[in-house]
């Protein structure tokens, strides 16, 4: 299917003199995952809000299945879900109460709610269902928040960096509930996110934006090929020795001093390494370790805007 369920065409907000989101054009089709990748404070958020009916733009035009989102904003808010970034869950509620709460907002009976909580159950701890959700810790909340979000079988389910801040093990769990939302029910996923690799792992798509705008938009594999480049991660024991040595290189494009390693793009791999080993060796730099690695979402966002993402928690 190709049906369009979020259609967005130079949509704007501006906050008096700060203009978080310039002019964004989305097209996001049923069924599909869309990751919306970007560093803090590059205006995700603030696009979630005004596709929610939370935030009304202050520019340009956003569509959530075929309605307005300021015409007809209570008609797309029964059919999608949301789990946003900052959502604050009452301390002094049980989860329970908290799902209950939701299935009434929606208009399900208490069996239907019930019924419900059963079904979300890999989402929910379940011996911790009746405790205050003072008690609870960051990634039980986020799985509650995301079961609550769920309790109305939307068709369509906005998560605002729903694994930011967890451990490795409650996010594979987000992971895994989020693809199988997607693969088993057809939910179609507005995902955002901070972490390239979320971004690669879950996305069918994936929009890029940096400073209110979309710098780049296409599939993981897409857009690490537009790049075009490889990538070699050297540890050496004289950083300002190596650069030196390898930016005169032939098929070097550009060397660049990660925070472990010097990250050395290239334009076919397999054909550079040696030429960079022999010259950092005729240069008299020992190598501790080297990887040849294809390009990664993040190297993507360097190409794409000159700077890496840097994730904070
Ligand atoms: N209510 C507001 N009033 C003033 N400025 C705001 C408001 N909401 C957002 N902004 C600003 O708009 C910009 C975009 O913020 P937004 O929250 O959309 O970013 P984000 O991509 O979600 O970032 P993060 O990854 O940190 O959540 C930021 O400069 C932010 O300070
Ligand atoms: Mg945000």
């Not at 701890?125 to 769920?150: K, N, Q």
């Not at 990887?291 to 994730?311: M, Q, Y």
């Amino acid at each position: 299917m190709s049906e369009l369920v979020i259609e967005t065409s130079g949509l704007k907000r501006s906050f008096g003199d700060v203009h978080a989101v310039k002019g964004v054009d989305l097209a996001v089709k049923s069924g599909e995952i869309y990751g919306f990748l970007g560093p803090n404070g590059a205006g995700k958020s603030t696009v979630v809000k005004m596709l929610i009916t939370l935030l009304k733009p202050t520019g340009g035009t956003a569509t959530v299945f075929g309605y307005d989102v300021v015409e007809d904003a209570p008609k797309i808010r029964l059919r999608i879900g949301t789990a946003l970034q900052d959502a604050s869950l009452d301390e002094k509620q049980s989860g329970r109460e908290i799902l209950r709460l939701q299935g009434a907002l929606y208009g399900l009976t208490r069996s239907e709610t019930d019924t419900r909580i059963d079904e979300l159950s890999s989402l929910i701890d379940v011996e911790a269902i009746d405790r205050w959700i003072g008690t609870y810790s960051g990634g039980m909340r986020r799985r509650l928040d995301l079961a609550a979000s769920l309790m109305h079988s939307p068709d369509l389910l906005f998560l605002d960096e729903p694994t930011t801040g967890l451990d490795p093990q409650s996010r594979a769990q987000v992971w895994k509930e989020v693809r199988a939302l997607n693969t088993e029910l057809g939910t179609t996923i507005f995902l955002t996110t901070q972490y390239l690799e979320e971004a690669d792992e879950l996305a069918d798509r994936v929009g890029i934006i940096n400073d209110g705008l979309i710098v780049g938009e296409g599939t993981p594999e897409d857009l690490k090929r537009a790049i075009g480049a490889d990538v070699i991660q050297i540890i050496v024991d004289d950083t300002d020795a190596a650069v030196a040595a390898l930016e005169e290189l032939s098929g070097v494009d550009h060397v660049e001093r990660g925070p472990r390693a010097l990250l050395v793009s290239v334009k076919d791999g397999a054909a550079t390494v040696s030429p960079v080993v022999i010259a950092l060796d005729n240069a008299g730099v020992d190598i501790g370790e080297l990887t040849l690695r294809t390009p990664t979402l993040d190297d993507v966002f360097l190409e794409l805007t000159g700077d890496r993402i840097e994730v904070s928690q």
